[in-house]
């Protein structure tokens, strides 16, 4: 039981906007896409279940849950694990949100740990961010330490040094790592010219090619982890690792300072709560944008039968597109950090408001987003996130997505600490006022400021049924992440695709701008698609969007079945 407690250049981004997420991920290579029919089973358990990216990862969380350890023990475990395992995205120098169902209160909480701005970050400090997506003044403050203390802090239950143990011996003592690992680190290596700590420590101790089997050893962030594990969060905010990491960031000319660290704090914040079709879905509020999005799209959908009307239809499609094109213009105009803007989330996730967004999709014709969003028109998250689900034997359930903005975040690496830097600064509009036709958004709510979290699209998400967890999911992806959630959820929810099916079932994405629905081989049907362009809908070919490690808990025996994404790596373990 749980125990109880008081990006790149313009020029980049917009490729990234028009082409997909995949162009700027040089983490792990894709694998080819699934087919919608599924190619196995999901893994069952009866007990407890784990999947994420990460193989090793997934049996560290398993392991931990063998020993007694609850959802969150795990998913802290398992998070730790993934720095070391997954250094394009799993980390303790970046930020993330984490949604836990305790069965035994039926409570649901968001553990928000997004990155914050420093006290340096004005708009004018700023500009210089606008050539680059690397490097020191990239730099956000980390949160992800915080984050997974506070979570422990209110609901582990194993001591937190036991946690770090499993993550400390894969670092020392190595991992044999796999082909896709093996890929990533020879690219990021040779893309690392500028950043030779990197360089140095993902370099192969031979200067040869890594390839898959080799061992992979991380001695300084063994180090590292052994101080957090000895002295909590503060030995990374107050305490030694703090020290270096100012030191790297002032070596650099960046903008963060010790008093930074000290100040920052990750949250507890009350999830959105959405109800579809007879169920409970509950996913991050803002700062991230993922509830909110997610809470208008599924109230369009709600009054609409996707079941009859067949999940690659036109007219099922088309609607999908419709509902997508909407949320993502309120995104773009009312969404940031809640300290900083006043965010109308009651109005705009109102049946009322709903009801008369969905009248205004005409079943008929695609309605051009430049129309929907005129007023905001003057003339992205990254792709390096993770996501990993965890149920445990009790019903208790952790959905967790974290991320480096960028893959292998800044490219700093943290001399003699054996970590990266997030480069989550990118990710505020860069441009205020300036939001075009090709993706580039500059709308007030997500303008930096001293202190400010970063708007993100990270949407972990637990789903209940009756009181009972019954979905457990997310995904990275930049700004894809929602729609592939939504997806995900649809697909489980009104065409009742088993898990496996439902995570390798090909997808789609609308951004609102630009204009042009990005999809997967096989989503949409040669003559559907024929038909949609008829209609007004563009379209754009991509290799994948997203990798969503999912849970689907049977309602009527309790047994688990996962899924773990075979557009990347990754592994369900369970038991």
Known sequence: MFRTAAASSRLGWILLALVGPTLA??????????????????????????????????????????????????????AFALAVTYPAAGNIGGGG???????????????????????????????????TSRG???????GTVRGLALAHERYGSLPWNELLEPAITLAEDGFLIDGALA???????????????????????????????????????????????????????????????????????????????????????????????????????????????????????????????????????HRMIEVMRRAYLDRAKYLGDPAFSDIPIARLNSPEYLKGLAETISPDHATPSEELGRDILVGREGP??????????????????????????????????????????????????????????????????????ILSSQTPVIVLRDGQVFLVTGSPGGRTIINTVLQVLVNVIDFQLDVRAAVDAPRLHHPWMPDVVQFEEKRIPEEARKQLEAMGH??????????????????????????????????????
């Open 136 to 142: 020191h003044m990239t730099v956000g403050v980390p």
């Open 97 to 131: 949100f984490m949604m836990v169902h305790t069965a035994r209160t039926g409570e649901t909480v968001n553990i928000e740990y997004r990155e914050m701005a420093p006290a340096a970050a004005t708009p004018e400090i700023f500009r210089k961010l606008k050539q």
């Open 183 to 317: 890929w990533s680190l020879n690219y990021v290596e040779r893309q690392s010219i500028r950043f030779p700590e990197l360089r140095s420590v993902f370099r192969k101790p031979d200067l040869t090619r890594w390839q898959s089997g080799d061992l992979l050893v991380q001695k300084d962030l063994a180090h590292t982890l052994r101080l957090i594990a000895e002295t909590g969060p503060d030995a990374f905010y107050t305490g030694p690792i703090a020290g270096m990491l100012v030191d790297e960031i002032r070596a650099g000319s960046g903008l963060i300072t010790k008093e930074d660290l000290a100040a920052y704090q990750a949250n507890v914040r009350t999830p959105i709560h959405i109800t579809y079709r007879g169920y409970d879905v509950y996913a991050p509020p803002p700062p991230s944008s993922g509830g909110v999005t997610l809470a208008e799209m599924l109230g369009m959908l709600e009054n609409s039968n996707l079941t009859k009307e067949g999940r690659t239809s036109v007219a099922a499609t």
């Open 538 to 575: 563009h379209f754009d070919v991509t290799d994948r969007l997203g990798d969503a490690h999912t849970i689907w808990v049977d309602p009527e025996t309790a047994l688990r079945h996962g899924a773990a994404d075979k557009r990347i790596d990754g592994k369900a373990a369970g038991y």
């Open 384 to 453: 390096s996130t993770t996501h990993f689900s965890i149920v445990d034997r009790e019903g208790n359930a952790v959905s967790n997505t974290y991320t480096l903005e960028e893959s292998y975040g800044s490219h700093v690496m943290v001399h003699g600490a054996g970590f990266l830097l997030n480069s989550e600064l990118t990710d505020f509009n860069l441009h205020p006022g300036v939001t075009d036709r090709l993706g580039e958004i500059g709308t007030e709510p997500n303008v930096i400021a001293p202190h400010k979290r």
């Open 25 to 78: 991920l040089p983490g792990p290579r894709a694998a080819t896409m699934a087919p919608l029919a599924p190619v196995d089973k999901p893994v069952e358990a009866r007990h407890g279940l784990v999947v994420s990216v990460s193989p090793p990862g997934s049996d560290v969380g398993l392991e931990i849950l063998q020993k007694g350890g609850n959802a969150v023990d795990a998913a802290v475990a398992t």
